[in-house]
């Protein structure tokens, strides 16, 4: 995968658990983000569970798509 789409998809994955932190640290003042507040229709745990999937797919995505490739890795020791 190019660089440049690995970047995208990380970027990504870093806003999504960005939203759901945010998410949560505003719910205890009873606010939400109105592209957030779907979540809470199905009751306060599952709008609980939602979020911390969402925090932890978030991060997931980044850290695997930020990890460089082995071709890469090798390319650079090469060189070196």
């Known amino acids: 995968m190019k660089n440049v789409q690995k970047l995208k ?22 606010y939400n983000f109105k592209v957030l507040n779907w979540i809470d229709n199905w009751g306060e745990n599952m709008g609980w569970a939602i979020r911390i999937e969402l925090i932890v797919i978030g991060l997931a995505v980044y850290f695997v798509m930020s990890e460089p490739e082995t071709k890469e890795v090798l390319i650079e020791s090469k060189v070196e």
């Not at 998809?9 to 999504?16: D, Q, T």
């Open 9 to 30: 998809i990380s970027v990504f994955g870093a806003v999504a658990a960005l939203f759901g932190f945010a998410s949560m640290i505003l719910s205890f003042f009873n």
